[in-house]
């Protein structure tokens, strides 16, 4: 059983670098060929794709979030991290960290429990 955990503060001041890890057990990075994937949910919004990095640690992100996006890895622990720069109150959202397959038309087969991040001064 594969699990993602989320963790990060849950409060960010505009401008600043939003900065959040996903911890997964039961299953690596770097098996072929899941990608790991952060999606978001602004209030009262549907689900975003920020970006994802893949099992052989290649990114792709958003268009619209490309620029202020980073995603890394550190396979030693088995996490993978979100950067967002220059965050604004619009950046305020839920965020989940989660496992896609591609080969099976980019079904997500787990999900992180999801975490709260305000951007607020």
């Known amino acids: 059983q594969v699990q993602l955990q989320e963790s990060g503060p849950g409060l960010v001041k505009p401008s600043q670098t939003l900065s959040l890890t996903c911890t997964v057990s039961?299953?690596?990075?770097?098996?072929?060929?899941?990608?790991w994937t952060w999606i978001r949910q602004p209030p009262g919004k549907g689900l975003e794709w920020i970006g994802y990095?893949?099992?052989?640690?290649?990114?792709r992100y958003n268009p619209s979030l490309v620029s202020r996006t980073s995603i890394s890895r550190d396979t030693s622990k088995n996490q993978f991290t979100l950067q967002l720069n220059s965050v604004t109150p619009e950046d305020t959202a839920v965020y989940y960290c989660?496992?896609?397959?591609?080969?099976?038309?980019?079904?997500?087969?787990?999900w992180g429990q999801g975490t709260q991040v305000s951007v607020s001064s």
């Open positions: 989660a496992r896609e397959e591609p080969s099976r038309n980019w079904y997500i087969d787990y």
């Open positions: 990095i893949t099992y052989s640690g290649s990114t």
């Open positions: 039961g299953g690596s990075l770097i098996t072929n060929y899941y990608y």
